[in-house]
């Protein structure tokens, strides 16, 4: 009986340890779970922001070798000044004043060549003889004198006077008005008769005047601006009279004149080539075949001493 109920008590001393036991593996695993949680809420490493990402990228990456640091900047604004410096030094200039020496480096060697031999008349103002585009003789396509102002095709300039560039100082000085300067050279062969032609555009009053090479002696043709528009490589240059009145032409030296052919002529609506009547649409295909691209120009620049002075 005594046996059976030390019996009794050692189970239940058994199961009062066991119930113990569990209990407290249950309080250890929640505390193991919270403190593992708070580890491994402490460890997680935080996200790099994008530029510190981008910082250790440049770190790690070498320099490249044409890359230019920030400060280089500054240089190329003061190059852009010079240029706008030197840039200034171009544009109208006095017969006088003119750098010739700066056009070599600019036109190809041909107009080179062409420019030289009129420096006797830009530099040591040698004579010229001159005629006038308000002067001339009307001839027909056939080549007659004409009267009729629809059937003439060529009009014939005879030299009227000669002269030299100190025309252009005094005729101008006597009526107070500014000096004329030029503005633009071209150099081209107007007629491909292989003798350049030298270009001068005056300024202020925009006239032309076209001279000629030929024997060591020296011709000039003076026109209006608007009579010798957009020069084209082709030799065609436009005369306008106006919006709605355009006449195509070409030049040519012949024989100690200038000989002024009109190639095609668009008047208010009524369309010519070589003087005959056209339609418009054979008016215009005809025109676009004049139009190669214009004659390239160059603006004279100051002599160095002219410029310091």
Known sequence: MKRIKRIKILICIFMIMTALTFAGCADQTVHDGEEN???????TPVPESKDDSRKEETQQQPAKPDAKPETETEPE?????????TTDNYGPVKV???????????????EWEGFKQYFPVLKENAAFELTDFGEYTALDKDGSITEDSINTV????DPKETTDLSR??????????EEMMIREVRVFDLDQDGIQELIVEWTPVGDFLVLHCENEKFYGWEIMYRGFEVLQTSGVYLSSGG????HWKHIRFDSGSWIEETLAVGDWGEYYISGEAVDEDTYLRQIDTYQTGDVTGYEPKRCADEITG
Do not use: G, L, P, W
Request: net charge negative.
């Open 37 to 43: 949680a708070h580890q491994t809420q402490t460890q």
């Open 77 to 85: 604004t003061k190059s852009e000044t010079e240029s706008e410096m």
């Open 96 to 110: 006088s004043q003119i750098d010739y020496d700066s056009f070599q480096s600019r036109m190809t060697d041909e």
């Open 154 to 157: 060529f009009r014939r300039y």
């Open 168 to 177: 252009y100082v005094k005729a101008y000085a006597e009526n107070d008005i």
């Open 243 to 246: 919006a709605a009145c355009n």
